[in-house]
Structure formats: structure tokens, C-alpha cells
């Protein structure tokens, strides 16, 4: 049997097609149970190889640039507070700009290979903290909505800041699917208008506000496209790009919402 170039052309567009239908299949799949994943520290950071958490781990370096650049002139050495340490994944980040770091978390073992100040922090309970203040902390990793109280949250770390201190903190969209939410945890989601509601109700000033994760989750089919056509690594690179290109650009279906807040005097 011959086969000719017109029947090779045909099996090639065949194959190709089979091959979308799969991916646009898998995809949604893959990034639904992602978080699933999180729920061990091994998955934690597979995570965030995935093209979705380099998305995440670029757009949390990028707001801790962000706010490293408000430190006042007359604090040589700020007293940061890290939310939630976890894997250490964002604490290797906050080293290359802070030194005097405390660090938290609900877990006594997570805590016991830390030599540096640390204390226990469970944001989902109301509980008078007594510590030093800090000028800066960081929240990220989206510790508040693992809460379930973003309210308590919120109130427990700014009550932890110095006048004029910073709060840098992530939260889910509560106007993006829940599709895509973990389901071995419950989270807390909440949009951008109810916490600057919040903000409003306890002086707090808002300083910054951004984005993460608008292309998967608003334009959906053109990721699936370019996941199709393009190779891992370069795909990866675009997404990022795009996405740090895009950050200041608001979209209702972003899946993360970062706000850099400020305690004032007033």
C-alpha cells in the first residue's frame, strides 16, 4: 500500500487533533488537582514547578521587590514577621533583601529547624499576640485564606505592626471559579471590593494592588492553545512574562489578589 503525501497530511492533522483534544482534556485536570498536590511538602514545591506556580513564585518576588523599595531611610534594619514559613520557599526570598527575619507558623515542627526568633500563629483564632512590632510582613503563599477568617486575619497582623508598618499578603479572588479551588482543605476567597472595605473600616491604606493567574483563568482556550503548540520551557516563559507584563491590569477572574497595605498614625 502507498501512501501518498495528501493521505501522510491528513494522518499528521489527525494526530495533531487528537493530541488537543487530549490536551484541553487534561488540562483543566491537571490544574484542578495542583493544589490537591500542596497538601504534602513534596507536592508543595511540585507545585510551583508547574507552569502555574511559576507564575505564583514570580509574582511573590516581584511584590517583595515592591515593598523592600518602601523602606523609610531611618530604619537601617527592619523587623520583618514571615506568615507562615512552611517549606521555607518564601523565607529563601525575603533573605536576599531582609536580615532581622521572625518567622511563624500554626505547626511546632514545621518551626524547630529555625534557629532565628520564631513564634506560633494561627490567624483563624482570635488570640492577643504579645511580641515585639514589626515593620514589615509578609503573608504570602495565600496563608490568609488557608485561615478561613480573613477578617481575623487581617486585624491579627496589622494589630502586630508598627505605625506606618507594612502588610503584604495574598488572598484566592472570590470572583474567580471555584473549579479550580483545592478540595483537601477549605479555603476563605474574597474580591478586591470587600477588602478594601475592610481597609476603609480600620484605616488601613492601601499601597499597591495586583494580580496573578488573569491568563489561565480569563482566557482560558488561548492557553490551552498555546500549551498545545508551544514547548514546556518556552511556554513557561511567555506565561510569566505576560503575566508580570500584565500584573497592574485588573481582570475579574484573576485568580490572585496581592495587596501591600499600610498601618498610619492617623
Partial sequence: MVINFGDFFILFLISKLLKFIIV?????????????????????????????????????????????????????????????????RVHKKLKKFFSNITVSDVSVNIL????????????????????????????????????????????????LLNHNGFLVFDIWN??????????????????????????????LKLIKFSQGQKLFYTFNLIWRVFNFLIPRKIFIRLLVFFELLLKDLEAKKAQNLYFVIQKNNK
Fill in 174 to 203: 472570590k470572583d474567580c471559579s471555584d473549579y479550580f479551588d483545592p478540595k483537601v482543605y477549605r479555603i476563605e476567597k474574597m474580591s478586591k471590593e470587600q477588602i478594601l472595605k475592610i481597609l476603609d473600616n480600620h484605616k
Fill in 24 to 88: 484541553m482534556n487534561t488540562a483543566s485536570r491537571y490544574y484542578k488537582i495542583n493544589f490537591d498536590l500542596s497538601s504534602s511538602k513534596k507536592g508543595y514545591m511540585e507545585k510551583y514547578s508547574s507552569p502555574k506556580g511559576k507564575v505564583d513564585d514570580t509574582m511573590e518576588s516581584d511584590i517583595i521587590n515592591f515593598a523592600y523599595k518602601l523602606k523609610p531611610k531611618h530604619i537601617k534594619v527592619p523587623r520583618v514577621l514571615e506568615v507562615g514559613v512552611y517549606t521555607g
Fill in 112 to 159: 524547630k529547624k529555625y534557629n532565628n526568633k520564631k513564634f506560633i500563629l494561627n490567624l483563624s483564632k482570635k488570640k492577643k499576640i504579645i511580641v515585639p512590632k514589626f515593620d514589615f510582613i509578609f503573608s504570602l503563599g495565600h496563608q490568609i485564606s488557608f485561615s478561613n477568617n480573613i477578617l481575623n486575619a487581617i486585624k491579627t497582623l496589622t494589630n
